[in-house]
Every structure is written in structure tokens, then in C-alpha cells.
């Protein structure tokens, strides 16, 4: 994949073809709107700063793939991404959760992201520091006062006089290559890991602080405390690991990473909110009381959309440039049952259509992470060897397709529960009474047999499938 700089519209769309079968028009909207930001990250002038995103509102009926795309977009993007539902939050200062959480949350994965490229960056620089650390505790440097000899390795070390430190460093150096090609992983060292932090502080802080000055006060509990460290006794491949995270954190520069975090949240930050059309009042209704608050919550949500200030712990976050697609499937309230400010902040409504059988087949089919896939590997894992045949995944896409219109129409979400249920018994079987080695053909007749009664038998399929 090339870098995201330079990803165009149509590469983009490309991405997603991957993983999505049809909504052409979602896809194209979503990657005008990623290109956009790469845009105006490039826009030199003063204007940069009043390019605002277009956010998305994404209409369509449930299991078609909103989400999909959304979650998609982020990953090609290499973007924060946080999925939040609208219908749970509650206005500010009615107990739940309030709408900046959704913000906190995304810097909380910005975070996230950034440690784990800055834990690459100095992985290598790591990895030396662990394996001096675990040749000290092989061979504990000679001049060391209290030295004595681990029992585990005595047999190796009877070769080496206690104090001769020229010979001290070449067992070293041959242990050093043992560690590399891993003949010691299976050896126990004992090592000393950091306490993890203190229980209970975080209940201190619960609905009497904001974030910030938790994250403050917990810095202080700790600052003030002696770190504590107990030790673990681990087998060598293990304690690596173990070491090796220690090893990463203490070269990360935490407040380099709180800034970054802070600034790629605020860059490429995208939020997806589900469920919007729950918070949509019906129009021409007034009074009662859910409607109230629903309208209180799409108040809330206005400053957070059109931009403004959110503290977190790691710092504060303007919102001004986050991109958000909202999604929803407005059966009953329409998108104009939203006040209409925040209608405003939503220019680009996208329709996505409603999966046909067709596309039923080729979901189960193509996408890199498809179902049929999916459920190969699984089997592959025990040596099963699980097969499809054309007119089998026909068949489940039309049975897929028929339950949906007679029960209830979950979309693209129905394929999984046909898929487990054709495929349950199998997958109780092996290894026991189906070998490593098998093979396991799905055809048509069998698909057939396994679901048909079922689809038959409204009643049945209602709680079955
Ligand atoms: N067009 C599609 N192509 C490939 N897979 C799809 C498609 N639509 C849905 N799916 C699959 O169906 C499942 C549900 O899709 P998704 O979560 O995107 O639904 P949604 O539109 O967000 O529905 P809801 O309104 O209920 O949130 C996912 O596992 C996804 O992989
Ligand atoms: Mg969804």
C-alpha cells in the first residue's frame, strides 16, 4: 500500500474494494473526504485553518456496512479512530455517559498509536538494553561484591575462575550467542518487574473529577511513592518480553508522545457516531419527555462537531478538524428530524443501498477477510481442510437473502449466523471424530439438508438463525 500522503480518491476506493462489496457512493464520499484532509494539510496559506471537513452522514438500514467503511477508512488512514452510539450518552449533568467522551476516547487511541510507532523506533535500542540485563543476571559482572553463581548455569561456568574478568567476558560473549539463537529461551531467570500501579486511586476520582486533574493527581500519588518493583521468576523467552516493554517505555519520551498523540487526533481524528437517527426527534412533537433530551444531546454534540476545546488527561484537544460520519438507518425519524445546526455540520449525506442476493454471494466470496475465509483458516489451524463449492455459497446467500425478507432484515449480519449454524456440527467434531487431514467439501445438498427445514420453519428460524 502506497504511504497515505499519497493515496488518491480513486486508490482509496480501491482499499476498501477489499473489504466492501458495492456502496460505491459511501466509498467515494468517504475517500473525497480523506484526500480532503491530506489536502489541506498541504494548503500553505492562512486559509489552512478554515478548511473544515465535510463531515459525513451515512443513511442506510442495518448490516449494510456503515460501520464497515467507517472502520475501514481509519485503518487505511492510519487514523484515530473511535465508534461511538449516540443513543448512550446523556445530556451534561444527567447521570451516563457525557458526549466529550467520545473525544477523550480518541485521543485515548491516538496515544495508542503513536506508542506503538515510537516503541518500533526504538525497539532495536531495546533489545541490546535486555539482552545486557539478562547476561547480568547469567553472568553477574565480576566485580560485583556478593557474587555468586546462579545453580541453574553452574555446570557452564565451572570452566571460569571467579575473578578472572577477560574470561568472565568471553563466557559472556558466548552466552550472548546461545541468547540470540534462543538455546536458553526455555531456561528461568528471576527478574525484577515494576509493581503495577496502585488500586483504588482511580475510585478516588470517580464523577468528582474531571479527567485532567486525575491524571494529575495519580502522577503525584505515584511521584510520591517508592517505585515498587517484585520479583518474577520467568522462563528467559518470556522475561524478554516482559523486559523488552520496560526496556521501550523508558526510552519513549511520554510527553513527546502526549503531543504527537494530541496532534494527530486533532489532524486525522475520525469519529464515528452510530445510531444518530436514535437522537432525531419526530418532527411536529413536542413536550415529552425523551424527545427533551434527545435534543439535549445533539446540543451537546453541536461545539463538538463544529470544534471547540476538550480537556483530557493528556492534554487539551481542538475538535476543529476531527472528521465525523454519523450513521444511521432512519426508519423512523429522517435526517431532517435533526435540529438543524447540526444537520449543518453533516453536508454530505451518503445513502447506502440494501444488499442484494448477488451481493450476498460475493460477500462470502471476496472480501480479504470473507467469511468463507475466515472459516478455512479456522479449520486449517487443526489441519481440516474445508472447502466451498460455487453452487453451495449460492445457496447460503439465497438462503441468507430469504431470511432476511421473511424474519427480520439484518443484512449482511445474517450471513454469520447461516454460516455458524451450517457449520457448528463441524466445527464440534474436529479433531475428535474429524482428523487432521480431512477434507471437508460444502456442497449445495449439504447446505440444503442443514438449513432448509429451518428456513421452512418460520417460528424455528426466528430463534435459530
Ligand atoms: N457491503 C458489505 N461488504 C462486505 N461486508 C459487509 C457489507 N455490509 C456488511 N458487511 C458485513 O456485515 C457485518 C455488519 O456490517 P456493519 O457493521 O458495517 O453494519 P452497519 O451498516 O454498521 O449496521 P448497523 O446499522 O446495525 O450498525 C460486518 O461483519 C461486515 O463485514
Ligand atoms: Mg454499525
Not at 78 to 99: C, H, I, N
Not at 184 to 209: F, Q
Not at 376 to 386: D, H, P, S, T, W
Given at each position: ?12 476506493v ?11 457512493d459511501?466509498?467515494?464520499n468517504?475517500?473525497?473526504a480523506?484526500?480532503?484532509?491530506i ?23 442495518t ?6 467503511i ?7 488512514a492510519?487514523?484515530p ?16 455517559r457525557?458526549v466529550?467522551?467520545m473525544v477523550?476516547?480518541?485521543v485515548?487511541?491516538?496515544v495508542?498509536l503513536v506508542?506503538?510507532?515510537k ?18 543476571i547469567l ?8 557474587f ?9 561456568l565451572?570452566?571460569d ?9 568471553r ?8 541468547l ?7 531456561r528461568k531467570?528471576?527478574i525484577n518487574?515494576?509493581?503495577s500501579s ?12 474531571d479527567?485532567?486533574s486525575?491524571?494529575?493527581l495519580?502522577d503525584?500519588?505515584?511521584g ?6 517484585k520479583k ?8 524478554r518480553?516482559?523486559l523488552?516493554?520496560e526496556?521501550?517505555s523508558?526510552?519513549?519520551d511520554f510527553?513527546?508522545v502526549?503531543?504527537?498523540?494530541i ?12 445510531e ?13 419527555g425523551?424527545?427533551?433530551s434527545?435534543?439535549?444531546v ?5 461545539p ?5 476545546s476538550?480537556?483530557?488527561k ?13 450513521a444511521?438507518?432512519?426508519h423512523?425519524?429522517?435526517p ?6 447540526l444537520q449543518?455540520?453533516?453536508?454530505i449525506?451518503?445513502e ?6 448477488e451481493d450476498?454471494s460475493?460477500?462470502?466470496?471476496e ?5 468463507t ?7 486449517e489451524?487443526?489441519?481440516?481442510f474445508?472447502?466451498?463449492?460455487e453452487d ?12 432476511n ?7 449482511a449480519r445474517?450471513l ?6 451450517l ?7 474436529v479433531?475428535?471424530l474429524i482428523?487432521p ?5 460444502v456442497?449445495?445438498e ?10 421452512k420453519?418460520?417460528?424455528?428460524s426466528?430463534?435459530?438463525l
Amino acid at each position: 500500500m502506497n504511504s497515505i500522503e499519497s493515496l488518491t480518491p480513486r486508490q482509496i476506493v480501491e482499499e476498501l474494494d477489499k473489504y466492501i462489496i458495492g456502496q460505491k457512493d459511501a466509498k467515494r464520499n468517504v475517500a473525497i473526504a480523506l484526500r480532503n484532509r491530506i489536502r489541506r494539510m498541504m494548503v500553505k496559506s492562512d486559509i489552512q485553518k478554515d478548511i473544515v471537513p465535510n463531515n459525513i452522514l451515512m443513511i442506510g438500514s442495518t448490516g449494510v456496512g456503515k460501520t464497515e467503511i467507517a472502520r475501514r477508512l481509519a485503518k487505511i488512514a492510519q487514523a484515530p479512530f473511535t465508534k461511538v452510539e449516540a443513543s448512550k450518552f446523556t445530556e451534561v449533568g444527567y447521570v451516563g455517559r457525557d458526549v466529550e467522551s467520545m473525544v477523550r476516547d480518541l485521543v485515548e487511541q491516538s496515544v495508542h498509536l503513536v506508542r506503538e510507532v515510537k516503541k518500533e523506533e526504538v525497539k532495536v535500542k531495546a533489545a541490546d538494553a535486555v539482552e545486557e540485563v539478562i547476561l547480568d543476571i547469567l553472568i553477574p559482572p565480576v566485580k560485583s561484591a556478593g557474587f555468586t553463581r546462579p545453580m541453574s548455569i553452574s555446570t557452564e561456568l565451572d570452566t571460569d575462575p571467579n575473578s578472572d574478568s577477560e574470561l568472565n567476558e568471553r563466557t559472556r560473549e558466548r552466552f550472548r550467542e546461545k541468547l540470540r539463537n534462543g538455546e536458553l529461551d526455555e531456561r528461568k531467570i528471576e527478574i525484577n518487574v515494576k509493581a503495577s500501579s496502585p488500586v483504588g486511586i482511580g475510585m478516588i476520582g470517580n464523577g468528582m473529577m474531571d479527567d485532567a486533574s486525575m491524571a494529575g493527581l495519580q502522577d503525584m500519588i505515584s511521584g510520591m511513592m517508592p517505585k515498587k518493583t517484585k520479583k518474577r521468576k520467568l522462563t528467559i523467552a518470556e522475561a524478554r518480553k516482559v523486559l523488552l516493554e520496560e526496556e521501550m517505555s523508558k526510552l519513549i519520551d511520554f510527553d513527546e508522545v502526549k503531543e504527537e498523540a494530541i496532534r494527530l487526533a486533532e489532524n486525522n481524528g475520525i469519529i464515528f457516531i452510530d445510531e444518530i437517527d436514535k437522537i432525531a426527534s419526530k418532527s411536529g412533537k413536542n413536550g415529552g419527555g425523551p424527545d427533551v433530551s434527545r435534543e439535549g444531546v445533539q446540543r451537546d454534540l453541536l461545539p463538538i462537531v463544529e470544534g471547540s476545546s476538550v480537556n483530557t488527561k493528556y492534554g487539551v484537544i481542538n475538535t476543529d478538524h476531527i472528521l465525523f460520519i454519523a450513521a444511521g438507518a432512519f426508519h423512523v425519524s429522517k435526517p431532517s428530524d435533526l435540529i438543524p445546526e447540526l444537520q449543518g455540520r453533516f453536508p454530505i449525506r451518503v445513502e447506502l443501498q440494501s444488499l442484494t442476493q448477488e451481493d450476498f454471494s460475493r460477500i462470502l466470496r471476496e472480501p480479504k477477510n470473507a467469511l468463507t475465509k475466515q472459516y478455512m483458516a479456522l479449520f486449517e489451524a487443526e489441519q481440516v481442510f474445508l472447502d466451498f463449492t460455487e453452487d453451495a455459497v449460492e445457496e447460503i446467500a439465497r438462503l441468507a437473502f430469504l431470511i432476511n425478507q421473511e424474519v427480520e432484515n439484518i443484512g449482511a449480519r445474517r450471513l454469520h449466523t447461516v454460516m455458524s449454524h451450517l457449520l457448528n456440527d463441524f466445527l464440534f467434531e474436529v479433531p475428535d471424530l474429524i482428523e487432521p487431514n480431512s477434507k471437508i467439501m460444502v456442497t449445495k445438498e449439504m447446505v440444503e439438508q442443514r438449513l432448509s427445514t429451518l428456513v421452512k420453519n418460520r417460528d424455528l428460524s426466528q430463534y435459530i438463525l
